[in-house]
């Protein structure tokens, strides 16, 4: 079974910057889109970006374009959303999600092409 487990979410100012990571357990990431998505409290997870296996091609949800850069190392089987000028609106539950469907640009953030999910890391932007 696939296991991802995120990191790096926590507390931070208005303005401030995260980085969360991803990393695989028992598999390889090499071969997987990887997606970041989120959930908020009373609200539908969402997708935020995603990232096909060679780490060519990305995509990202309109709130977060420009804001947030997703981005993978291979070599260290690990996937990256950094996360810069959060707004308060960013806070949420952040999951990572593995899919081994071919990477479609405009579809790689839709919720149903992934089958394997972390547990989640919290973030929360506040003053």
């Known amino acids: 079974q696939l296991q991802l487990v995120e990191s790096g979410g926590g507390l931070v100012q208005p303005g401030g910057s995260l980085r969360l990571s991803c990393a695989a357990s028992g598999f390889t990431l090499n071969y997987y889109t990887i997606g970041w998505f989120r959930q908020a409290p009373g609200k539908e997870r969402e997708g935020v970006s995603c990232?096909?296996?060679?780490?060519?091609?990305?995509n990202y949800a309109d709130s977060v374009k420009g804001r947030f850069t997703i981005s993978r190392d291979n070599a260290k089987n690990t996937v990256y959303l950094q996360m810069n000028s959060l707004k308060p609106e960013d806070t949420a539950v952040y999951y990572c999600?593995?899919?081994?469907?071919?990477?479609?640009?405009?579809?790689?953030?839709?919720?149903?092409?992934?089958?394997?999910w972390g547990q989640g890391t919290q973030v929360t932007v506040s003053s």
């Open positions: 990232i096909s296996s060679s780490g060519r091609s990305t």
């Open positions: 999600a593995a899919s081994s469907l071919a990477f479609v640009q405009a579809m790689c953030i839709m919720r149903d092409r992934f089958r394997s």
